[in-house]
């Protein structure tokens, strides 16, 4: 089964600065995926970006990117210019949809 | 609106006393998920069903049980309530070979 690792229990970031969110996977998988949920204050989750181990370039989604590096077996969430509401949780999840721990982000004006 | 749907949205119950959550989606999916998520912690898997009629253990099965009698419904039950398993649960949902989970809004459980 796989195990996510989320190191960061709270992080700041200026707004309109860019910050990144580690996420490390432990898997003997060959094939397997990465997600990255939001959770706001008001309770939902929120699919962010998905990143497959067989492709070949980062995942992107407007202001989200993923940083995945197989040999370090991480994909972290990079949110470029960050805004006040991207203040949330985030969560990272293996292909089984196993939650990592979260880290809480908050934007500061 | 299509989506995961969860019934009831807030419960209080007893020590000891029983109680069914009910997840319903409209969606056709395949594969569906039982998460309980405690207060500043992660979503932990309780059940999951790839199928109607299946169901398997996640990572903190103990205490609960659930049914995937029909394909759009999946029915976490827990027979005797501890406080320990006041938390918010979350269901969701995906279809096979997609890479997206829908999840519903929440059910929050207190136990006293």
Known sequence: AQKITQTQPGMFVQEKEAVTLDCTYDTSDQSYGLFWYKQPSSGEMIFLIYQGSYDEQNATEGRYSLNFQKARKSANLVISASQLGDSAMYFCAGQNFVFGPGTRLSVLP | ?112
Not at chain 2, 26 to 45: I, T
Not at chain 2, 57 to 62: H, L, R, T
Request: charged fraction near 15%; hydrophobic fraction near 35%; glycine fraction near 10%.
């Open chain 2, 1 to 112: 609106n299509a989506g995961v749907t969860q019934t009831p949205k807030f419960r209080v119950l007893k020590t000891g006393q029983s109680m069914t959550l009910l997840c319903a989606q409209d969606m056709n999916h395949e594969y569906m998920y039982w998460y309980r998520q405690d207060p500043g912690m992660g979503l932990r898997l309780i059940h999951y069903s790839v199928g109607e009629g299946t169901t398997a253990k996640g990572e903190v099965p103990d205490g609960y049980n659930v049914s995937r009698l029909k394909k759009q419904n999946f029915l976490l039950g827990l027979e005797s309530a501890a406080p320990s398993q006041t938390s918010v649960y979350f269901c969701a949902s995906l279809l096979a070979g997609a890479n997206v989970l829908t999840f519903g809004a929440g059910s929050r459980l207190t136990v006293l």
